[in-house]
């Protein structure tokens, strides 16, 4: 059973820095590409980056260029998020999300297949 299961949620002060982890059970996570996305309270949920299968390349959104990495660890099947000098506006709950590498072709919502359940990121004061 293809599960994601994401952690490292919290709250943060304006400036500071989280890292949120992405641990996959039931399939190898190093034959995926994995996306985090994030969604804030009424707003529709968006693409922060993806991590592709081969030569691990990553594409980020450019609200979070040059301060959100994305990075993996095949032999703990898990991926990681990176989120340095946060900012109120990155509050919102956040998503790993996997496809077959075979099948990925941007980081959208719609190409990804498997979600996770979220974890919140509070940033504030």
């Known amino acids: 059973q293809v599960q994601l299961v994401e952690s490292g949620g919290g709250l943060v002060q304006p400036g500071g820095s989280l890292r949120l982890s992405c641990a996959a059970s039931?399939?190898?996570?190093?034959?995926?590409?994995i996306g985090w996305f994030r969604q804030a309270p009424g707003k529709e949920r968006e693409g922060v980056g993806c991590?592709?299968?081969?030569?691990?390349?990553?594409t980020y959104a450019d609200s979070v260029k040059g301060r959100f990495t994305i990075s993996r660890d095949n032999a703990k099947n898990t991926v990681y998020l990176q989120m340095n000098s946060l900012k109120p506006e990155d509050t919102a709950v956040y998503y790993c999300?996997?496809?077959?590498?075979?099948?990925?072709?941007?980081?959208?919502?719609?190409?990804?297949?498997?979600w996770g359940k979220g974890t919140l990121v509070t940033v504030s004061s």
């Open positions: 999300a996997a496809v077959p590498g075979t099948r990925f072709r941007e980081c959208v919502v719609s190409n990804m297949e498997y």
């Open positions: 039931g399939f190898r996570l190093d034959l995926y590409a």
């Open positions: 991590i592709r299968r081969l030569l691990t390349i990553t």
